[in-house]
């Protein structure tokens, strides 16, 4: 079974741009999480959708939003970007049907966004 | 709130000895998942292992086995004869069941692991 794949893998964009990033779960998979890696502030969560609706949200500006599609591919956006946007943003997918049962989730191998 | 404290910042050990890897959680919540994912350079995180708060059994795969107790808020994870390949970061991971599942999951700041050859 194919894994999380994102794309692109590598992104170079200046101040002030927006840009937008795609991720495709494990086949079967509903639930898509956003996490941004940087050496300062290490993992954290953007945000999880499960079923096209964003479930859980983490403490990120309005700046960043996400959607999912009818497929369960995701895409997340950031408007305005600046310069500590730079990051890896990796994607996850889980199993995490409507209840009761946290499964693990699978990550994709990241975009890396240098914001100049 | 909840937290993941991972103190070691940076292990070296040479090859074939053995090394644990410290996790320590806070959480006020009864219901939640440990977790433990590795990173090795390509940056890919990799799933190693899920635990649920109601099972304190300890777990071996391999040379990896974990020992989770709840008494002390700790899940540490121990590599028995250290290979080469096992040099990446290691992240240990909470989340906490809220419904439906919540899937966010709480990273520690990681432990780098390097081992000589």
């Known amino acids: 079974k194919a894994g999380v794949t994102q794309t692109p893998r590598y992104l170079i964009k200046t101040r002030g741009q927006q840009v937008t990033l795609s991720c495709s779960p494990i086949?079967?998979?509903?639930?898509v999480s956003w996490y941004q890696q940087t050496p300062g502030q290490g993992l954290q969560f953007l945000f999880e959708?499960?079923?096209?609706?964003?479930?859980n949200k983490g403490n990120f500006p309005g700046r960043f939003s996400g959607r999912q599609f009818s497929n369960s591919r995701s895409e997340m956006n950031v408007s305005t970007l600046e310069l500590g946007d730079s990051a890896l943003y990796l994607c996850?997918?889980?199993?995490?049907?409507?209840?009761?049962?946290?499964?693990?989730?699978?990550f994709g191998p990241g975009t890396r966004l240098t914001v100049t | 709130a909840q937290k993941v404290t991972q103190a070691q910042t940076e292990i070296s050990v040479v090859e074939k000895e053995d090394v644990t890897l410290d996790c320590v959680y806070e959480?006020?919540?009864?219901?939640?998942?440990l977790f433990w994912y590795k990173q090795p350079p390509s940056g890919e995180l990799v799933f190693l292992i899920r635990?649920?708060?109601?099972?304190?059994q300890n777990e071996i795969s391999g040379r990896y086995s974990w020992n989770f107790q709840k008494s002390t808020s700790s899940f540490n994870f121990t590599i028995t004869a250290s290979q080469v390949v096992d040099s990446a970061v290691y992240f240990c991971?909470?989340?906490?069941?809220?419904?439906?599942?919540?899937?966010?999951?709480?990273f520690g700041t990681g432990t780098r692991l390097t081992i000589i050859p």
């Open positions: 996850a997918s889980s199993l995490a049907k409507g209840g009761g049962l946290t499964y693990e989730q699978y």
């Open positions: 086949s079967g998979h509903r639930s």
């Open positions: 959708y499960f079923s096209e609706t964003q479930r």
């Open positions: 959480t006020r919540d009864t219901t939640y998942y």
């Open positions: 635990r649920n708060s109601f099972d304190e």
């Open positions: 991971a909470l989340s906490e069941e809220i419904g439906f599942g919540n899937e966010k999951l709480t």
